[in-house]
């Protein structure tokens, strides 16, 4: 993985959890090939004791990342209404 993926992974990833979460402790980022298609799996561990999972699949590496960064928002986002 490239120094431009690691870049781009840590300011999204940052940015969902500074709008949403508040305060993650550990971030994990897997990526894989399936044949043509690129996998994506984040999962992240916030201070609340809630451990947020996402996957996503695409052509490109970055498209996968963005499929999984999207989820990862949506189901904070769904976490964060809850707690209201």
Known sequence: IGEALQSHVKAELSEVTA??????TDAI???SREGHAFSCEATVHLS???NAQS???ANEIYAAFD???EKMAKQLRRYKRRLK
Do not use: C, H, I, M
Not at 19 to 24: F, I, S
């Open 55 to 57: 996957r996503g699949t």
């Open 48 to 50: 609340t004791g809630l």
């Open 67 to 69: 499929s999984a960064a």
């Open 29 to 31: 980022v897997v990526f």
């Open 19 to 24: 709008k949403y979460a508040g305060r993650p």
